[in-house]
């Protein structure tokens, strides 16, 4: 039966093992050591430089920390802010106010659609891209948004706080589900 021994000394390593850790070579390969010292501080410097500097780690960071503490998807409590202003344009009681909403909600999902990657020049072709999967009521998002294409084109329409409320449901509920 072979021992470890015997296969160091047949292998050499035993003497290289103590050919390495002489004196005589320990003090021949310091100035080898001290540089890689300096390099490997130098380099662990650079990185933790370009870290604290770059805004990617730190909004990595504060997106999982938010995620974590939060106990919601990253950007949800955003979506949510924004949806209340948006809403609250509906309290008024002023029909400017129900057309500027419904402008900023059909606005807003528009904005949510291209930050999540969807395709599209035009609106109907970001809610297209989005397809049925993602959006059940594409139908009435459409309508939504040609109710949002008289309010802008058209001077003289008019509508009411009922139909407002139902309009801005329709687009709450698509922000809602791509936001997710």
Same mark, same amino acid.
């Given at each position: ?8 000394? $047949? /292998? *050499? ?7 390495? =850790? ?6 021949? @390969? ?12 130098? $380099? /662990? *410097? ?7 500097? =770059? ?6 960071? @504060? ?12 950007g949800l409590k955003q979506i949510a802010d924004r949806w209340k202003k948006i809403k609250k344009r509906l ?16 606005d807003f999902l528009s904005e949510v659609l291209d930050e999540r990657g969807f395709e599209g020049k035009s ?58």
């Amino acid at each position: 039966m072979v021992t470890w021994e015997q296969v160091y000394n $047949f /292998l *050499g390593i035993k003497d290289f093992i103590y050919f390495i =850790s002489s004196p005589t070579i320990q003090e021949m @390969l310091f100035p080898i050591k001290l540089i890689f010292i300096l390099f490997t501080l130098f $380099f /662990l *410097g650079a990185v933790i430089y370009f870290m604290i500097v =770059s805004t990617w780690m730190k909004h990595h960071f @504060l997106e999982d920390a938010s995620e974590f503490f939060s106990w919601q998807a990253y950007g949800l409590k955003q979506i949510a802010d924004r949806w209340k202003k948006i809403k609250k344009r509906l309290d008024s009681g002023v029909e400017s106010e129900y057309k500027l909403a419904i402008i900023e909600g059909d606005d807003f999902l528009s904005e949510v659609l291209d930050e999540r990657g969807f395709e599209g020049k035009s609106f109907e072709d970001l809610i297209s891209s989005a397809g049925v999967g993602l959006l059940a009521n594409t139908d009435e998002i459409f309508q939504a948004h040609k109710v949002r294409n008289s309010i802008v084109y058209e001077p003289d329409f008019s509508i009411n706080q009922e139909e407002a409320k139902r309009i801005l449901s329709i687009f709450e509920t698509a922000v809602k589900s791509v936001g997710l």
